[in-house]
């Protein structure tokens, strides 16, 4: 049986709580993505043209450095890939993480939390920091109050 890992990078813990849930759903293992600095509050306030989320929105940020990677990824086929959507992109978190391990052969699916976005560009933005001989996918938006039932029931009918 293929193994499966749910990796996901939370600012403010929703997308944390999504993760869980999805992980619980998917009988996965779970691994948290962590910025080496982590985000402040100033930092998440995207009406801030200042902040480090408005300039990863712009695209003009450096990415974050990771706290660590020791993310087992040769033992996953499959990568759920969960993350807050920030202006119809991931944070650049997220490119740092793809860029850190070989995922050739492997199946990443993403999912995403928001407060209005939707997938927009990500995957497009994400192609560049993973291998060709990769796959990456658009999965589900995590917003609401989704039960580890239900994700379940839809990871039944996309398999």
Not at 40 to 64: F, I, Q, V
Request: proline share 4%.
């Amino acid at each position: 049986m293929e193994k499966t890992l749910v990796a996901y990078f939370s600012a403010s813990g929703v997308t944390a709580q999504a993760a869980g849930i999805l992980a619980q759903a998917a009988d996965a293992d779970l691994y948290e993505i962590k910025p080496k600095i982590p985000y402040t509050k100033k930092d998440l306030d995207w009406m801030d043209e200042t902040s480090r989320s408005s300039r990863e929105m712009k695209g003009n940020a450096p990415y974050p450095e990771l706290l660590d990677t020791d993310a087992d990824i040769n033992r996953y086929q499959n990568i759920m890939l969960c993350f807050p959507i920030w202006w119809y992109i991931a944070p650049t978190i997220i490119n740092r993480f793809l860029e850190s391990y070989d995922f050739t052969g492997k199946n990443i699916i993403l999912f995403a939390t928001s407060g209005g976005s939707g997938f927009g560009k990500t995957i497009e933005k994400l192609k560049g920091s993973i291998s060709a001989e990769a796959k990456i996918a658009e999965g589900k938006m995590l917003n609401g109050n989704q039960s580890a039932e239900q994700l379940r029931k839809w990871l039944q009918q996309v398999k």
